[in-house]
């Protein structure tokens, strides 16, 4: 196994990092398992202090292990308009991350393939927003054939795999954007006017304002879905997360007033939203299993991952013939025989973060981290 110069044993702490636009994700790997996962809010629009900051507090939370660990890093902050452009963004990031992190760094780059900062403005075109190819490769890997559902607070990614391998020659966000294995919608931050151009309030059929009013952390906050551990972000208003305040907000989209409607209307209307995402996510999931000639029934494995995992059998729906929805966290990802369940829970939200650690580890180890407790 390679070590350091101070002749630490790089396989045996790995901490992977996701940093995204909004939030930075991270796993702690000790042994090839996973001891802890967190998650921080990471505004990086408005500045890379907001990364910086959120380093500092993992340090807080892992202060002997950030020394001894080898970092393992994929990332798509690099979209944010902070940067002049995407390698601008990639630069930018990894030498924050390298003068920051005490240990090595290494950016995953695509399958077996890691470069330091310093090589990242040579490869930052496999280095930008390749989170989405290290959750899929891990999965596949523990999984050999399936498809991949990961609705994050942002963005849904929908991969298909087999034979251990993902599917498909997409490999930028634009490629994804075309094949819809990217899909611009989340469960935290989406604006609601992004959803549907249209929509039914106490049966009447209505335009909607094309504001950010809302967002759909108020949807499933209204429906109890959205783990207050997950709505991070602040509101589309600034003001509180009350169930009252985010009837304020949804009221808003259709030119009402919370008082235009019961509870059990804005709870209505909030799973109108609802049906309206899980739509046109189903409409991406069968776009990319036409794609490969697969139908959600012979993909043999379905996996849900991301804070949003909780919609994936809204959207498949009838199509899975049967089929369990897979948990990135309890299935896939290499946990620790006495993690907590809550904490296994955050496997599934941190799922890059996780795969990418085990990536590494699984690269410059001879002994591949365990799967899951239910992986096949």
């Known amino acids: 196994m390679p070590a350091d110069d101070r002749g630490t044993d790089l396989a045996t702490d790995v901490i992977g990092w996701d940093v995204g636009g909004a939030h930075l994700k991270a796993c702690w790997l000790h042994g090839g398992q996973v001891r802890d996962v967190a998650q921080w ?25 950030m020394d ?17 452009d995407r390698a601008d963004g ?19 780059a695509g399958p077996q393939h890691w470069v330091t900062p310093a090589q990242a403005a ?34 849904t990614d929908v991969i298909a795999f087999d034979q251990g391998r993902v599917l498909g020659d997409s490999l930028s966000d634009r490629d994804r954007l075309a094949s819809g294995e990217l899909v611009y919608q989340g469960v935290v931050r989406t604006p609601l006017c992004a959803l549907a151009q249209r929509t039914v309030f106490q049966g009447q059929t209505l335009n909607v304002m094309n504001e950010w009013f809302a967002t759909t952390a108020d949807v499933y906050r209204l429906t109890g879905e959205l783990d207050p551990a997950h709505d991070q972000q602040p509101t589309a208003d600034g003001a509180d997360k009350s169930l009252h305040a985010t009837r304020a907000r949804l009221a808003r989209m259709v030119g009402c007033d919370a008082r235009d409607g019961s509870d059990a ?26 794609r490969h000639a697969r139908t959600p029934a012979d993909a043999r494995h ?41 904490l296994a829970d955050w496997t599934r939200v941190g799922a890059p973060g996780v795969a990418v ?20």
């Open 122 to 155: 040579a490869h930052w075109p496999a280095i930008a927003s390749a989170n989405w190819r290290a959750c899929a490769q891990h999965t596949a890997a523990r999984l050999g054939r399936g498809l991949l559902i990961d609705i994050g607070s942002t963005t």
């Open 302 to 342: 379905l996996v849900a991952a991301g804070c949003g995992a909780f919609l994936v059998p809204s959207v498949l729906g009838d199509s899975m013939c049967g089929n369990p929805v897979l948990d990135y966290g309890h299935d896939v990802a290499p946990l620790a025989a006495n993690l907590p369940a809550a």
């Open 41 to 65: 809010a990471c505004p990086l629009w408005q500045g890379l202090v907001h990364l910086e900051d959120a380093l500092a507090q993992a340090r807080t939370r892992w202060p002997q292990a």
């Open 90 to 108: 990639v630069h930018r990031i990894s030498q924050t991350l390298a003068e920051r992190l005490p240990g090595p760094v290494h950016l995953y």
């Open 265 to 290: 209307d804005w709870l209505a209307f909030a799973h109108t939203w609802r049906a309206a995402q899980c739509a046109e996510i189903a409409g991406q999931v069968r776009r990319v299993l036409d």
């Open 68 to 84: 001894r660990a080898a970092h393992a890093v994929t990332m798509s902050g690099e979209m944010v308009d902070l940067f002049a």
């Open 357 to 376: 650690a085990a990536l590494w580890r699984d690269d410059h180890s001879a002994t591949p981290a365990p799967a899951g407790r239910g992986a096949v």
